[in-house]
C-alpha cells in the first residue's frame, strides 16, 4: 500500500467519525459494556492498629522533654510532666532557670532545625511519643551565660599581668584565633603580633 492511498483511507476512516461531541452530549449507561467487579490487590503488609492510649478521657498526655548540649557550656537537663500544649518559649524559660543562660541568648533544634518559640510540643512530638529531645545552641557560647553572684567561689590561680607570661594563655589565644580565622599561618602571625606589641608595652 502506498503512502498515498493509507492516506486517504485513514482521512476517510476520520471523515466517517464525529468531529466532536456535542455540549450537551450524555453518554447512555446502557450501552457500557458489562464488567466484572474489581478487587483490589492484597497488601504486602497488614495494617497496625492503632495502639489504644492509656489516658482518661478529658485529660492531656504528658511529656518528657530532653535539652542537651555537647557544646560549650554543657547542658543535660530533664523536664518531665510537660503538656503537649507547652510552647517552645516555655521550654526555654524553664531551661534558663537551670543553666543561667538568657532566653534571648538560646535557641532550640529538633532534628537539627531551629524551632520558633510559638511552636508547641504536640506541632512536633508523634502521636505515641512520650519523650521529645532538642539540642541546644547558645548565642555566644559560655560568654552569654549571666556572671555568677558576688559571694560565688574565686577561681585560683594566676591572675592579670602573671597570665600574659604564660606560655599557655597564647597559646590558648592562638587556637581561639585559628577557630576563627580558620587559617593556621595567619592565626599564628596574629598571635605573634599580639604577643609582641604586649612585650614591647612592658
Do not use: C
Not at 520558633?116 to 547558645?138: H, R, Y
Request: proline share 7%; net charge positive.
Amino acid at each position: 500500500m502506498t503512502e498515498v492511498s493509507f492516506a486517504r483511507s485513514f482521512l476517510a476512516a476520520l471523515d466517517s467519525r464525529p468531529v466532536k461531541l456535542s455540549p450537551d452530549h450524555v453518554e447512555d449507561p446502557k450501552t457500557y459494556a458489562p464488567r466484572g467487579a474489581y478487587i483490589l490487590p492484597k497488601m504486602p503488609k497488614t495494617m497496625s492498629k492503632r495502639k489504644a492510649t492509656s489516658v482518661a478521657p478529658g485529660q492531656e498526655r504528658s511529656l518528657t522533654v530532653l535539652v542537651k548540649s555537647l557544646r560549650n557550656p554543657p547542658l543535660d537537663i530533664k523536664l518531665t510532666s510537660q503538656t503537649p500544649n507547652t510552647s517552645i518559649l516555655e521550654i526555654k524559660t524553664s531551661v534558663s532557670k537551670d543553666s543561667s543562660i538568657p532566653v534571648d541568648k538560646m535557641k532550640l533544634l529538633h532534628k537539627k532545625k531551629p524551632i520558633p518559640d510559638s511552636k508547641v510540643l504536640k506541632d512536633l512530638a508523634a502521636e505515641g511519643d512520650t519523650s521529645i529531645e532538642f539540642s541546644v545552641m547558645v548565642m555566644g557560647g559560655a560568654a552569654a551565660i549571666k556572671n555568677t553572684p558576688a559571694n560565688a567561689e574565686v577561681a585560683q590561680g594566676e591572675s592579670g599581668g602573671e597570665v600574659l607570661q604564660t606560655k599557655e594563655f597564647w597559646d590558648d589565644l592562638k587556637g581561639f584565633l585559628l577557630q576563627r580565622i580558620r587559617d593556621e599561618k595567619t592565626a599564628g602571625e596574629v598571635a605573634n603580633t599580639f604577643q609582641a606589641a604586649w612585650k614591647a608595652r612592658t
